[in-house]
């Protein structure tokens, strides 16, 4: 199985751009598809928010309507490593932020999110 482990966040102001990190343990990262979610403060695990989601072979991307125009999702699996490039941010984008491993994403969601295989998140502090 893999384990995942998020960085990259920040303390930033508004209009900033962050690139978040997702890196994978072993070698089977590349089998999986990954994706990206954050909860926001005093938000519960079970609200955590879909962002984007990208294919074992990064053919394939879904990203939730209310962040395609802004955030980026690509991987490299030579490096294992996933990643979610934010731009324009918001004091609204304010959240930790998570991936796991998934399956049967669209841009509503996905179907299956192994978060026990994620880490424990990076946080993202968009501040003036």
């Known amino acids: 199985q893999v384990q995942l482990e998020e960085s990259g966040g920040g303390l930033v102001q508004p209009g900033d751009s962050l690139r978040l990190s997702c890196k994978g343990s072993?070698?089977?990262?590349?089998?999986?598809?990954i994706g990206w979610f954050r909860q926001a403060p005093g938000k519960e695990r079970k609200e955590r928010e879909f962002l984007a989601a990208i294919s074992w072979s990064g053919g394939n991307r879904d990203y939730a309507n209310s962040v395609k125009d802004r955030f980026t999702i690509s991987r490299d699996n030579s490096q294992n490593t996933a990643y979610l490039q934010l731009n324009r941010l918001r004091p609204e984008d304010t959240a930790t932020y998570y991936c796991?491993?998934?399956?049967?994403?669209?841009?509503?969601?996905?179907?299956?999110?192994?978060?026990?295989?994620g880490g424990q998140g990076t946080q993202v502090t968009v501040s003036s």
């Open positions: 796991a491993p998934v399956q049967g994403c669209s841009a509503s969601g996905c179907y299956d999110v192994f978060d026990n295989y």
């Open positions: 072993g070698h089977t990262f590349r089998n999986y598809d």
